[in-house]
Nanobody, 138 residues
Framework: QVQLVESGGGSVQAGGSLRLSCVAS????????MGWFRQAPGKEREGVAG???????NYADSVKGRFTISRDNAKNSQYLQMNSLKPEDTAMYYC????????????????????????????????WGQGTQVTVSS
């Protein structure tokens, strides 16, 4: 059983930044697929960003260029740096982990090449944290 503990949520004004952290309890968690999801009131939980053990990442279109996911395998930790926050980013943010990543093939809009990317679906992750609230005011 893997336990995930998030921290770093809070309230900021639009344009501000926050950094979320997540620590995993499992010994082998440094090889796990890690991700961040969020759920706003009245909406379904959605994938925000994911990272595999080698450091390959994927992002939801709504956060590309503003959010950065990273991990420190030595600390069994992952992070989500959120910049240029918008009121629509307000949500409960959840850390997620799974022993393996699910990948999909997508066409890169810049190069036209088909590349394998980490999929960000709820069912792809077996372990979840309790969540940390992020509130962005206008």
């Amino acid at each position: 059983q893997v336990q995930l503990v998030e921290s770093g949520g809070g309230s900021v004004q639009a344009g501000g930044s926050l950094r979320l952290s997540c620590v995993a309890s499992a010994y082998a968690a440094n090889s796990y697929c890690m991700g961040w999801f969020r759920q706003a009131p009245g909406k379904e939980r959605e994938g925000v960003a994911g990272i595999n053990s080698a450091g390959s990442t994927n992002y939801a279109d709504s956060v590309k260029g503003r959010f950065t996911i990273s991990r420190d395998n030595a600390k069994n930790s992952q992070y989500l740096q959120m910049n240029s926050l918008k009121p629509e980013d307000t949500a409960m943010y959840y850390c997620a982990a799974d022993p393996s990543c699910t990948t999909i093939t997508q066409k890169d809009p810049l190069t036209g090449a088909y590349v394998a990317r980490l999929r960000l679906k709820n069912g792809d992750f077996a372990y979840w944290g309790q969540g940390t609230q992020v509130t962005v005011s206008s």
